[in-house]
T-cell receptor, first 115, second 116 residues
Framework: EAQVTQNPRYLITVTGKKLTVTCSQN?????MSWYRQDPGLGLRQIYY???????DKGDVPEGYKVSRKEKRNFPLILESPSPNQTSLYFC??????????????FGPGTRLTVL | KQEVTQIPAALSVPEGENLVLNCSFT??????LQWFRQDPGKGLTSLLL?????REQTSGRLNASLDKSSGRSTLYIAASQPGDSATYLC???????????????FGQGTILTVHP
C-alpha cells in the first residue's frame, strides 16, 4: 500500500531532550516536506526537500533540523525541544515538487508535547 | 511574504445544497494551487491541483477554479452530502525561481458541516 508513515504518532518529552520524528514513504517520491499545525495559526511549512541531499527552509525552520540521505526517509530533528514546539506535525511527499505530479500525500501526523 | 486567506471560516449547510469555498492569495507569482480536505484527527487528503496556467479542474462533484491575476480560487461542491463534512484547506506554491516551488503556504481552512 502506497503511504507516508510517521513515528512516533504521539510523544511527550521534556525541554532540552533531543528527539527525532521519522518519516518514510514507499512511493519513490522525490519531494518531501514537514509541516506543523497549530490552532489559530493553521498549517505551516518547516522544511522541504526537492531530492536527496537537497533541503530548503519553509516558513518556520527555527529550532528544527532535517536531513535527506536517502530518497524514502526525511527525519525531523529537534536538537533542544522547547514548549513552543508543542504541536501536531505532518510529513508529506509528492512525486515531484513542481509540474503535473505535485499531488501531495500526507502522513497521519505526530502529536508532540514538550513539557 | 505570501498570505493565503480562506472565507468563510465555517459553513453549515443542509444536505443537497451546492456551495462555494473561497481562497485568496496576496502574491500572484504562484506555481500551482491545491485544495485539501482534513477530517478531525487525521492527515490531509489532496482533492484537486491546479497549475498556474490552468483555469479549473474537476473531480466528481468538485470543481476548483483559479484566477491567478486576481489572486483567487474557488472550490465548488455540488449536491453536498454529510460525508463532505471536514475542514477544507487551500495551499499555494511559490514561483520565484530555483527550488521555490517546493515552498507551500496554506490558508487557515474552512470548516464545513453538512447536516442531513
Amino acid at each position: 500500500e502506497a503511504q507516508v508513515t510517521q513515528n512516533p504518532r504521539y510523544l511527550i518529552t521534556v525541554t532540552g531532550k533531543k528527539l527525532t520524528v521519522t518519516c518514510s514513504q514507499n512511493m519513490n517520491h522525490e519531494y518531501m516536506s514537514w509541516y506543523r499545525q497549530d490552532p489559530g495559526l493553521g498549517l505551516r511549512q518547516i522544511y522541504y526537500s526537492m531530492n536527496v541531499e537537497v533541503t530548503d527552509k519553509g516558513d518556520v525552520p527555527e529550532g528544527y533540523k532535517v536531513s535527506r540521505k536517502e530518497k524514502r526517509n526525511f527525519p525531523l530533528i529537534l536538537e533542544s525541544p522547547s514548549p513552543n514546539q508543542t504541536s501536531l506535525y505532518f510529513c508529506a511527499s509528492s512525486l515531484l515538487a513542481g509540474g503535473w505530479n505535485n499531488e501531495q500525500f500526507f502522513g497521519p501526523g505526530t502529536r508532540l508535547t514538550v513539557l | 511574504k505570501q498570505e493565503v486567506t480562506q472565507i468563510p471560516a465555517a459553513l453549515s449547510v443542509p444536505e443537497g445544497e451546492n456551495l462555494v469555498l473561497n481562497c485568496s492569495f496576496t502574491d500572484s507569482a504562484i506555481y500551482n494551487l491545491q485544495w485539501f480536505r482534513q477530517d478531525p484527527g487525521k492527515g490531509l487528503t489532496s482533492l484537486l491541483l491546479i497549475q498556474s496556467s490552468q483555469r479549473e479542474q474537476t473531480s466528481g462533484r468538485l470543481n476548483a477554479s483559479l484566477d491567478k491575476s486576481s489572486g483567487r480560487s474557488t472550490l465548488y461542491i455540488a449536491a453536498s452530502q454529510p460525508g463532505d463534512s471536514a475542514t477544507y484547506l487551500c495551499a499555494v506554491s511559490l514561483d520565484a525561481g530555483g527550488t521555490s516551488y517546493g515552498k507551500l503556504t496554506f490558508g487557515q481552512g474552512t470548516i464545513l458541516t453538512v447536516h442531513p
